[in-house]
């Protein structure tokens, strides 16, 4: 059964920085598609980035420039480092190999 479990989330200032983590078990990853997602309050999911299994990388416009996808095959884990994050950031990030999804992890940036 695949799993795929969120973490690194949390309250940060504009202009901070998090790391988000997604441990994924369950099958083999190294051979597919690994992406990150968010739903902001009272908004629909969006595609944040995703990375192939040999590296390619695909960011949103407002995840370009400021987050960086990555993946460690070794150990079947995704991470978003996340970069001068805003106000408009806040959101549930969801960790997603399709068809599967994570719990998410809540991300808020705010004074």
């Known amino acids: 059964q695949v799993q795929l479990v969120e973490s690194g989330g949390g309250l940060v200032q504009p202009g901070g920085s998090l790391r988000l983590s997604c441990a994924a078990s369950?099958?083999?990853?190294?051979?597919?598609?690994m992406g990150w997602y968010r739903q902001a309050p009272g908004k629909g999911r969006e595609f944040v980035a995703i990375i192939g299994n040999l590296g390619t990388t695909l960011y949103s416009d407002s995840a370009k420039g400021r987050f960086t996808i990555s993946r460690d095959n070794a150990t079947n884990t995704l991470y978003l480092q996340m970069n001068s994050l805003k106000p408009e950031d806040t959101a549930l990030y969801y960790c997603s190999v399709l068809p599967y999804w994570g719990q998410g992890t809540q991300v808020t940036v705010s004074t």
């Open positions: 369950g099958r083999t990853f190294s051979d597919v598609n």
